[in-house]
């Protein structure tokens, strides 16, 4: 089993930057495919970006890619998103996920293990 904690979230102005981490407890986190979604109010849970266990392959939605950026450290337990360029658009609930054997990396089903999710508000 794996728990997820996402850092806090933040309040950004529009071209602005902030880094979110999720900490992860459970001895095989290394052994998981990890990714970020992202829930705006009134819309459903969409994809942000997948990074696979070994941190070789990543894969971002296109609406990303280019300003966001996912890394993990697999000896501190930890997922990374660093989002740049921050639009309005952005603002959601961002949540990050683990998976073992992810085929689909878009798909949230894939994830079987959640965290609580932290908010990113950007201002225009």
């Known amino acids: 089993q794996v728990q997820l904690v996402e850092s806090e979230g933040g309040l950004v102005q529009a071209g602005g930057s902030l880094r979110l981490s999720c900490a992860a407890s459970?001895?095989?986190?290394?052994?998981?495919?990890m990714g970020w979604f992202r829930q705006a109010p009134g819309k459903e849970r969409e994809f942000v970006a997948a990074?696979?266990?070994?941190?070789?392959?990543?894969y971002y939605a296109e609406s990303v890619k280019g300003r966001f950026t996912i890394s993990r450290d697999n000896a501190e337990k930890t997922v990374y998103l660093q989002l740049s360029s921050l639009k309005f658009a952005d603002r959601a609930v961002y949540y990050c996920?683990?998976?073992?054997?992810?085929?689909?990396?878009?798909?949230?089903?894939?994830?079987?293990?959640w965290g609580q999710g932290t908010q990113v508000t950007v201002s225009s």
């Open positions: 990074i696979n266990w070994g941190a070789s392959i990543t």
């Open positions: 996920g683990a998976g073992l054997d992810v085929t689909n990396r878009a798909r949230s089903g894939e994830y079987g293990y």
């Open positions: 459970g001895r095989a986190f290394r052994s998981y495919d």
